[in-house]
T-cell receptor, first 117, second 109 residues
Framework: DTAVSQTPKYLVTQMGNDKSIKCEQN?????MYWYKQDSKKFLKIMFS???????INETVPNRFSPKSPDKAHLNLHINSLELGDSAVYFC????????????????FGQGTRLTVV | QKEVEQDPGPLSVPEGAIVSLNCTYS??????FMWYRQYSRKGPELLMY????GNKEDGRFTAQVDKSSKYISLFIRDSQPSDSATYLC?????????FGTGTKLQVIP
């Protein structure tokens, strides 16, 4: 009965390919996020959606495009993958937002470990 | 200077020890302070959060915030091997949540 689920869990792909990561939450939350965690465990927000509306869009290459078909889903599509994109990508959700910021408690998925070779 | 600084460790302690994990920050706008625990190959999970300065206790865990010093701490009493994980501090002001880089803790039986 997973709260925030991401697929795939592992993704190995070649440079230049296009790939997508899917995220779904069954908590009834209205805000979803994508985070990138690098090899040093630094967790950095990429995007945030509230009720399908983009509210946070950090300085991320435009090769990364989030899509939210409904408030329970937030997918991440990455074009022309580069070696530096290798990281663990976490989807998260929370209920409510304060001026665009995450409510205090966010629930994270298990992560998608992306390796670009 | 990063907005949030956290010693990456690793920190190794014997079982039963008191563990002290700390973060410093530079942004005075931060008002909510959180601690997340992340087991290997898992997503972070919220342990505790506090608003503004003060202490909060939950079982073996105590969170402290000193806004005047821009310093937050998480104490773990009677540490257990199951506490072995990476602990990330996180802070929120008016904008997005900013995470520390995490401290890796190992509790040795």
């Amino acid at each position: 009965d997973t709260a925030v689920s991401q697929t795939p869990k592992y993704l190995v792909t070649q440079m230049g390919n296009d790939k997508s990561i899917k995220c779904e939450q069954n908590l009834g939350h209205d805000t979803m996020y994508w985070y990138k965690q690098d090899s040093k465990k630094f967790l950095k927000i990429m995007f945030s959606y509230n009720n399908k509306e983009l509210i946070i869009n950090e300085t991320v290459p435009n090769r990364f495009s989030p899509k939210s078909p409904d408030k329970a889903h937030l997918n991440l599509h990455i074009n022309s993958l580069e070696l530096g994109d290798s990281a663990v990508y976490f989807c998260a959700s929370s209920q409510g937002r304060v001026r665009g910021a995450m409510n205090t408690e966010a629930f994270f998925g298990q992560g998608t470990r992306l390796t670009v070779v | 200077q990063k907005e949030v600084e956290q010693d990456p460790g690793p920190l190794s302690v014997p079982e039963g020890a008191i563990v002290s994990l700390n973060c410093t920050y530079s942004n005075s706008a931060f008002q909510y302070f959180m601690w997340y625990r992340q087991y290997s190959r898992k997503g972070p999970e919220l342990l505790m959060y506090t608003y503004s300065s003060g202490n909060k206790e939950d079982g073996r865990f105590t969170a402290q915030v000193d806004k005047s010093s821009k310093y937050i701490s998480l104490f773990i009493r009677d540490s257990q091997p199951s506490d072995s994980a990476t602990y990330l501090c996180a802070m929120r002001g008016y904008q997005k949540v900013t995470f520390g880089t995490g401290t890796k803790l190992q509790v040795i039986p």
